[in-house]
């Protein structure tokens, strides 16, 4: 590996983070797809949640726990429905974008520094 820039990565990380800009930059391929992946299964599913309800966004006027146990009860008094699954799979996968950014953001760092030769 030739050696990288940690500025250059970290502005990588600003602009294209979510699509795993900064990890195709140190080569990290398989990972980096998997952002893309996940970011585009993101944006398809809050289309689906758009186009199905009227208030397609509850769950910024509630905690994640509240919507959560609306859910479970929901699924437990009512049964299986598409709109409510969609509504748990949105809010992890909402939660996790935000997580996985910070992470990566000290990544970069150890990944650089460790590969750094003395």
Known sequence: MTKKSLPI????????????GHRWYLEKSWSAFAYIISTIYFIIISTILIRIEQDPFPMFRKTPVEL????????????YTFSGTLYVIFILAAYSIPLRLAYDL????STLKTRTPL
């Open 9 to 20: 990565a970290c502005l990588l990380w600003l602009c294209t983070g979510v699509f795993g």
């Open 68 to 79: 959560l146990s609306e859910e479970i009860h929901y699924f437990i008094s009512n049964g």
């Open 106 to 109: 000290f990544w970069i760092r």
